[in-house]
């Protein structure tokens, strides 16, 4: 290792660090999307009227909760190809455990979130006659998520934080790059200081900015 | 209108409703007043099936409510109702909170529903304040929006359940002055309140409850004459004692 810290191969190599920085961000926003939908539909089964349903609802919420991320990642990755006869990808598969996984967690926050909406504003919702359809809709899901914002956005950092274990399956997100280029110039310590203080910057920035909103939302 | 045959009640042990009957005829006002926990909130819950009850009929305008075939969001669009704690939307405007229901059940165009919204705004005396938040509002003010809202839907009846007890009292008569107008123009209404005034005012007949039973069913006159049962006595004395 050639002595000092060089700076100017941090600068040298922002291209290679930003596609993977592309990467890192693509698949925070489409697990975090994929996550609310499918977490939005386990909520609304959870507090459906019907049994069955909640309880389905509830065992996948469970089960994804006792599982560590990285065994549901490999699952997708090595067995999910294995069962259907052909390669997935390591970008599918990867988003998919993602989804899954997260889809969990966000339904907890969301049912949380829609049970924080009062009861008499579902009566009024009732009462204008709306449908449980409408009323969700209309009348408690919104409330339901400015309510949540804040926790929902702290799921995403922890989310954005957890994407860096693609590098199992290889996929060339932040993190991936800098090491390659780390290994490759022989500058562990720039290369990994880089990336410590980029997901620092960056998640410090996201909690700031989620204390704001709970203040501007307190009441 | 409105018809309840020997409605009960139970909260798992505890009966709240105890076969009670009454009815309510087009264009009559008939105040339920009793002390707390004495079930009249729930009892006017049960007119458009809010609160579901195990034994008796219900009926509005012929239909059953507690009919599982009833199709019951149609039913309620027909019924207006107002609560204790205005329960206005507060994510949107005040002019959306009477816009929202005319368009999404009742089917009515985005410029229909407001012109409709803005003349009722009107009506209340709210006009100025279509583009607010809820929040944004004093309970009176509130209030009247929650009726506003209410009217929008062109109801066959309005349900009351204690609409001025969450009030500081010098909002008191904004909301009452409104239903009194409401009341003289011949809307049919039941009206869970203390405020004795009003049923004295408007009152075509007053039900006194309680504990879960209704003890009298009287014209007003009757009621706050002479002839009225002991518990009643003691209520109103107890409520009119300043």
Known sequence: ?219 | MIEMKQVSKWYGEFQVLKDCTTRVEKGEVVVVCGPSGSGKSTLIKCVNGLEPFQEGVVTVDGISVGDRSTNLPKLRAHIGMVFQNFELFPHISVLDNIKLAQVKVLGRSDDEAATRGMSLLERVGLAEQADKYPAQLSGGQQQRVAIARALAMDPIAMLFDEPTSALDPEMINEVLDVMVELAKEGMTMMVVTHEMGFARNVASRVIFMDEGRIEEDTTKDEFFGTQRGERAQLFLSKILHH
């Open chain 1, 1 to 219: 290792m050639s002595g000092g810290f060089d700076l100017h191969v941090i600068y040298q190599n922002i291209p290679v660090l930003w596609e993977g920085m592309q990467m890192t961000f693509l698949l925070t926003i489409l697990a975090i999307g994929g996550g609310i939908l499918g977490g939005t539909i386990l909520a609304l089964c959870r507090l459906a009227p019907f049994r069955w349903l909640s309880l389905v609802a509830g065992s996948y919420v469970n089960f994804f909760r006792s599982m560590p991320l990285i065994l549901v990642i490999f699952w997708f990755y090595f067995l999910v190809p294995f069962i259907l006869g052909r390669p997935v990808g390591g970008f599918y598969s990867v988003l998919i455990a993602f989804i899954l996984f997260e889809a969990a967690y966000y339904c907890e926050i969301i049912r949380a979130g829609i049970s924080s909406v009062g009861r008499g504003q579902v009566a009024a919702g009732q009462a204008l006659g709306l449908t449980y359809r409408q009323n969700m809709r209309y009348i408690v899901l919104p409330q339901a998520f400015r309510n949540m914002i804040p926790v929902l956005l702290t799921q995403a950092i922890v989310l954005f934080q957890d994407t860096s274990l693609v590098y199992v399956v290889g996929l060339h997100d932040f993190l991936v790059n800098a090491d390659i280029v780390a290994n490759r110039d022989n500058r562990l310590l720039e290369m990994y200081t880089t990336v410590a203080l980029v997901y620092f910057v960056l998640c410090l920035v996201g909690s700031m900015g989620v204390r704001r909103l709970q203040r501007s939302y307190a009441l």
